[in-house]
Every structure is written in structure tokens, then in C-alpha cells.
């Protein structure tokens, strides 16, 4: 006759990392006070929960209205690796939401995040760069990160973070100085900007023209473009392989040459012909920065002589799918076209 055994594992659909916590919203208060647990396992099995939990902004509304911030925040000094990390990961998982973000600005949650861009623990500091990447897509998250002091601070960490993080550093810098470019311009983000074109990795030369976008929207931003050799490096990637690195090039371009200064270094380097080629690409984004930068050199003499054999090529733009394409063939054509 068969022995009755009990079994010495745990059945297989027991967590033992998970708390025990009840439905939805419900769970919230009971996570909320062993946030504030002396014992390390219950915080670590909190944090756990949570992750999972603030995937529905219902759940980030209702930790936000019971204080959960503030407790996260004070477990963003936890000497525990662990619980610094899934403390990050809950904050990067809650400003995936907008009700996330506006809680982030009216907690001064950005000033805690920032005591740990120097934290030891690689996990920490990815997740911190995703709760900033997060928080910029909002205006006003952009410019809360900016007013924090941070600016100078992310530029200098391009230089020094993986590629993986220097990817969400770029994509924070861009909507950051969108708002106001600075500091980032006082930190010599322009030159470190440069740099980044050069990478092997297509993804870094794609952000870092696309930041490069936004920090020559002001005058000193498109002068120090020019005067930094920025120009002839965005001219030779125009050829890149990567169409999004194309688009982002032109636009940076579109920028720099609004002055004297950088028409003509871009023509110097013989921009005209690669953004030419540029009109026949598949991205709309890639054809209306270079329809906008071809403009921009047919405002001096030598490239409005050499584009006047070309428009035909911006006349049958005129036809194109998209209406902001459309428009900027139109300005192109009186441009290339007057006479003074």
C-alpha cells in the first residue's frame, strides 16, 4: 500500500517574494505601512507588490492620495541594494502615468531621485533615467527637472553612464531643453554632443542629433554648433545608414543654418547634394527637416543659384502625403525663386 508523503516544496504557484495582499486598491493601505516596516523582508515583499500594482493609474491615483510617495522617498536612502532598486523601479513604473508625473512635481520627488545618480547599483540608476525620460514627455516635468538645478548634472553623466542609460540621458536632455537649453549650453553639452555623433551605436547618433535639435533653438545654442565643427559632422551623417539618424541630422542642420555663420559652413561642406537626396525618403519627418535646411541655404546667394536647377524636384513635393511637407515645398520655392 502506497505511503502518504507531504511534499517539501512550496506549491508551484506560491511567490515566497511576493506579500500576501488583497485586491487591487484595497492592497494599498496594508503595502502602504510595510513600506515603513523595521523588518527588511516585508519592505522588500512591498516594493514587490507595487511594481506590479502601478501598472494601472487607478492604483498610482490611490498610492499617491494615501502618502505612498513619501515613504518611497524615504526608501530611496535604504542601505539595502535591493530595496533601493525596486524602490526606483516603483517610482519609473509610476511616471508612466500622467497622474504619476503631476504626483512626482507636486512631491518634489525629482530632488530625492537625484541623490542617487552616483549610486553604486547600475539598476538604480537606469531606473532613475526612466523615471526622468518619463517625466519629461510633460512639459512641465521638463521644466521641473530644469529648475531642479539638474541640467549640468545629466550632461556630465553622458560622458561616464552605459550606453543603455546615455540613450535615456539623451532622450531626458531633449525634452529638457526644449524648455530651456541653458545650463546645457553653460556645461558644454555641444561639444559633448559632437562626440556622441561619432558613436558606433545608431540609436546614440540618432538622440544625440535629435538633442542637438532642441539645444540650437536659441541664438548662443546655433553659434556654438558653428563654432564647435558640429556642422561638417552633421553634414557627412546626412549619408548615414539609419534613416532616423537622417531626419534628426537634417534638423539639427535646419537649426545651425539659420545664421550667416553656419549657411555657409553647411555649404562649405557641401550639405546641398546629400539633402537633396534626402527629399526621396520613405520618413516625412527626414523630408520636411531637409526641405526646411535647403531652404534656409537658399537664403544666401551660392545656394539659391545651385538649388534653382531643382525645383522641380520641390514643385512634385507639392504633391506630397504629408500637408506640413507640402507647406514647406511652397516656402521653398518663392525662397529659391526670388530675385532681389
Not at 180 to 193: I, K, Y
Amino acid at each position: 500500500m502506497a505511503d502518504a508523503r507531504i511534499s517539501m516544496y512550496l506549491p508551484p504557484d506560491i511567490n515566497p517574494t511576493q506579500a500576501a495582499i488583497a485586491y487591487g486598491c484595497r492592497a494599498l493601505p496594508k503595502l502602504n505601512e510595510e513600506l515603513q516596516s523595521e523588518d527588511l523582508v516585508t519592505r522588500q515583499k512591498a516594493l514587490m507588490a507595487l511594481c506590479g500594482l502601478m501598472h494601472d493609474p487607478e492604483h498610482v491615483y490611490m498610492a499617491i492620495h494615501i502618502g505612498c510617495l513619501e515613504n518611497l522617498k524615504a526608501l530611496l536612502k535604504d542601505t539595502n541594494d535591493m530595496v533601493r532598486i525596486k524602490t526606483t523601479e516603483v517610482l519609473y513604473i509610476m511616471a508612466t502615468h500622467n497622474v504619476g508625473r503631476v504626483g512626482f512635481l507636486e512631491h518634489d520627488v525629482i530632488r530625492a531621485l537625484s541623490f542617487l545618480l552616483n549610486d553604486p547599483q547600475s539598476l538604480c540608476r537606469e531606473n532613475l533615467h526612466l523615471a526622468f525620460k518619463h517625466l519629461a514627455q510633460l512639459p512641465t516635468g521638463a521644466q521641473g527637472i530644469v529648475s531642479s538645478g539638474l541640467i549640468p548634472s545629466l550632461v556630465w553623466k553622458l560622458q561616464r553612464e552605459e550606453e543603455g542609460v546615455q540613450e535615456l540621458l539623451l532622450d531626458t536632455l531633449a525634452a529638457c531643453l526644449m524648455e530651456d537649453a541653458t545650463e546645457a549650453l553653460a556645461s558644454r553639452a555641444v561639444p559633448f554632443l559632437k562626440e556622441k555623433l561619432l558613436s558606433a551605436n545608431s540609436n546614440i547618433r540618432s538622440k544625440a542629433a535629435g538633442t542637438l535639435i532642441a539645444i540650437s533653438i536659441p541664438l548662443e545654442g546655433k553659434n556654438q554648433v558653428w563654432k564647435h565643427d558640429v556642422i561638417p559632422i552633421l553634414v557627412h551623417l546626412l549619408r548615414d545608414k539609419v534613416a532616423e539618424v537622417q531626419a534628426n541630422v537634417a534638423g539639427a542642420l535646419m537649426n545651425a543654418t539659420v545664421t550667416t555663420e553656419g549657411k555657409y559652413a553647411a555649404l562649405n561642406a557641401e550639405a546641398i547634394h546629400p539633402l537633396l537626396q534626402l527629399l526621396c525618403s520613405s520618413l516625412s519627418k527626414a523630408r520636411l527637416n531637409a526641405i526646411k535646411a535647403l531652404t534656409m541655404l537658399a537664403e544666401a546667394p551660392e545656394g539659391r543659384k545651385l538649388l534653382q536647377a531643382h525645383v522641380p524636384t520641390f514643385r512634385a513635393l507639392e504633391k506630397d502625403t504629408s500637408a506640413a511637407v507640402k507647406q514647406a515645398a511652397q516656402i521653398a520655392i518663392k525662397v529659391i525663386e526670388w530675385k532681389p
